[in-house]
């Protein structure tokens, strides 16, 4: 089980009880969050399409408070047994990668992934852009654990919809997103608007396209059942193809979007 909470009054206070945590500030700076005791300083961001921001892990047991400026800061949770340690990792040790090629590259923000980040017992985070009039989610691919994809994981995508000139989300913005099950019984393509949630508990899922003056943002939080914390995938056998095709083209230039730095600059 996983929930996304996001844009708190702050000052705010909670406890997990049955869930650990990945606390992300989105539109906010100099964040103070206090877990059990211990006092914390988050830098953050002015937006998502500005920086890379640091952020936190937060134990299952856990009582948090966040307080600080206004601004946009999501606490990611996810059903949890085993107790980590409280963890804050800084924007420049948040590993970056450009994934795809051709219209299909985007930027994918490793916050805390199995290959990222090993304190956690359930819980995936990261954080994917897509530059305007490119394809992310793509091919199409699912981990719902029916048939050979053995690994489960609901998803839940949190949309923030750009402007090139921006630095977060834009209320005129829009994308789409495509879904569909494996029998059939789901088959829909919807229009996303900046700030919506879409959860996926089953059934591939892309892609999610950006019209060309509207970059895309998503944070992507995964967790499951199973005994290994894993983020593997299954893609459509009708399109595993495309990943070959990747190698006769090249990464977009607008990647990689951003840094810990900031922007990166283009010539």
């Known amino acids: 089980m996983q929930t996304l909470w996001s844009r708190p009054p702050l000052p ?27 006092a914390f300083r988050l830098a953050g961001r002015d937006g998502v399409f500005d920086a890379v921001s640091d952020w936190m892990y937060l134990p299952l047991g856990s009582t948090v408070t966040i307080a600080g400026s206004a601004g946009e800061v999501a606490v ?8 980590f340690p409280v963890a804050h990792i ?7 990668e450009v994934r795809g ?24 985070v990261c954080e ?15 981990h719902d654990g029916i048939g050979e994809c053995t690994v489960t994981n609901e998803e839940i995508y949190y949309f923030r919809i750009g402007r090139e000139d921006q630095k ?25 608007h900046d700030g919506d949630v879409y959860v996926v508990p089953q059934g591939y899922h892309g892609p999610t396209v950006a019209p060309p003056e509207y970059p895309m943002y998503f944070l992507n ?24 095709a990747w190698e ?16 990166t600059e283009r010539a």
Do not use: K
Request: aromatic share 6%; net charge negative.
């Open 12 to 38: 705010v206070s909670l406890a997990l009880t049955e869930d650990e945590g990945v606390l992300v500030p989105l539109s906010a700076r100099d964040i103070d969050v206090t877990v059990d005791g211990q």
């Open 76 to 83: 990611c949770t996810a059903r949890a047994t085993e107790v």
């Open 90 to 96: 800084a924007a420049a040790d948040v590993p970056v």
């Open 101 to 124: 090629a051709g219209r299909s590259t985007r930027q994918v923000t490793n916050v805390a992934t199995p290959s990222s980040f090993t304190g956690a017992d359930r819980i995936n």
């Open 128 to 142: 994917v852009i897509t530059p305007g009039g490119n394809w992310s989610s793509w091919p199409p691919h699912r």
């Open 168 to 192: 977060h989300g834009d209320s005129i913005g829009q994308g789409l997103f495509h879904v569909y099950t494996v029998d059939g019984s789901v088959d829909e393509t919807v229009t996303l």
């Open 221 to 244: 939080v995964l967790a499951g059942p199973g005994e290994e914390r894993s983020m593997s995938f299954c893609d459509d056998p009708d399109h595993h193809w495309i990943r070959e």
């Open 248 to 263: 006769t083209q090249a990464p977009d230039p607008r990647l990689p979007w951003s840094s810990a730095a900031g922007r």
